[in-house]
């Protein structure tokens, strides 16, 4: 089973940057990150495959980047931060032979970290 650790979350002003990483301790086609803020559902906001196709959630699009350097790692740049970014952000990693998607970030096929929290002020 694929483990995953996070981390570079913390406080940021609104507008301002920060850098997610998530290593794993096995390889992944599917790589990608999911954030809950406290009283809201999860919501998956991009995915990356092996071969370095990205897909974005429409809140986070032309602000987030993700990335990864091989198999194991990936990152995300955040940029552009709002308030309503806060929320705790989870790696999330599979290898199912079904594609990879934001939907499939936060089924039972894939595995989870622990998660960062990301807190954003105005």
């Known amino acids: 089973q694929v483990q995953l650790v996070e981390s570079g979350g913390g406080s940021v002003q609104s507008g301002g940057s920060a850098r997610l990483s998530c290593a794993a301790s096995g390889d992944s086609y599917c790589m990608g990150w999911f954030r809950q803020a406290p009283g809201k559902e999860r919501e998956a906001i991009a995915r990356i495959t092996s071969g370095g196709t990205t897909d974005y959630g429409v809140s986070v699009r032309g602000r987030f980047t993700i990335s990864r350097d091989n198999a194991k790692n990936t990152y995300l740049q955040m940029n552009s931060l709002k308030p309503e970014d806060t929320a705790m952000y989870y790696c999330?990693?599979?290898?199912?032979?079904?594609?990879?998607?934001?939907?499939?970030?936060?089924?039972?096929?894939?595995?989870w970290g622990q998660g960062t929290q990301v807190t954003v002020s105005s």
């Open positions: 999330a990693a599979y290898s199912a032979s079904n594609g990879c998607s934001l939907t499939l970030l936060l089924s039972p096929v894939a595995h």
